[in-house]
């Protein structure tokens, strides 16, 4: 090592460095910390537990509410006075051809009744959270209708980790500032739903 590395000028470009790194890894934790509470929004229960589109991926949901030991309320049709019982509004997106016809509604009837949830649960400053649990074979043209009008509006996104292939929900997320979270499956909402809920 030569003399020339202890000259004061070294140094102090060696101390300034370390310091500019210090701080920028301070910044990068904090910037993760913040990411990281924002992944699980804190809510308040009972909770409504609705579908939109008649697929049984809202009937999972509302299992793994139960087990998970949070109060709620499940009706797959659920019209926006039930808001007025709940504090928390699950939105199950996932079509099903099945399903509308056993319902004897249509997707207009289902667009029509999510954009009147939306609106009820605006008006009385609720959280709704978008959940879509089907993967890939609830991505098809009608459950992308539903995503499309409910995902924007959302406070908090959870999909399961073949929901996206396209990034719809990615691009979505990041438009809107939306929280996103990504499971493998409905088994592992449980979990996510007891830090997710105050108090439970």
Same mark, same amino acid.
């Given at each position: ?11 102090? !470009?060696?101390?300034?460095?370390? =310091?500019?790194?210090?701080?920028? $890894?301070?910044?990068?934790?904090? /910037? ?5 509470? %924002? ?6 229960? @009972? #909770? ?6 008649? *697929?049984? &991926? ?8 139960? !087990?998970?030991? $949070? ?8 019209? @926006? ?11 199950? #997106?996932?079509?099903?051809?099945? /399903?509308?016809? &056993?319902? +004897? $509604?249509? $997707? ?7 954009? %009147?949830?939306?609106? =009820?649960?605006?008006? !009385? ?12 074979? !609830?991505?098809?043209?009608? *459950? ?6 409910? =995902? ?11 929901? &996206? ?16 979270? *990504? ?15 105050? +108090?439970?």
């Amino acid at each position: 090592m030569t003399l020339s590395a202890f000259h004061p000028a070294v140094i102090t !470009r060696a101390v300034a460095k370390s =310091a500019f790194l210090a701080i920028a $890894i301070v910044v990068s934790l904090a /910037g993760f910390q913040n990411l990281a509470a %924002q992944e699980k929004p804190k809510v308040n229960a @009972p #909770v409504l537990v609705t579908s939109l589109g008649q *697929s049984l &991926d809202a009937f999972q949901v509302q299992l793994a509410v139960r !087990r998970a030991g $949070i109060a709620f309320k499940y009706d797959p049709r659920a019209e @926006p006075d039930l808001l007025a019982e709940v504090k928390t509004l699950f939105l199950v #997106v996932g079509a099903s051809l099945k /399903g509308f016809g &056993d319902a +004897g $509604i249509t $997707i207009k009837d289902e667009l029509a009744r999510a954009g %009147q949830l939306l609106d =009820a649960a605006r008006n !009385r400053k609720m959280p709704v959270v978008v959940l879509h649990v089907g993967g890939d074979e !609830r991505r098809d043209a009608l *459950s992308n209708q539903l995503i499309e009008l409910t =995902a924007p509006s959302a406070q908090y996104l959870i999909i399961r980790n073949d929901s &996206d292939a396209d990034g719809m929900f990615a691009n979505i997320a990041k438009a809107g500032k939306i929280p996103l979270t *990504s499971i493998e499956n409905v088994i592992n909402l449980r979990g996510l739903l007891q830090e997710m809920f105050v +108090g439970s």
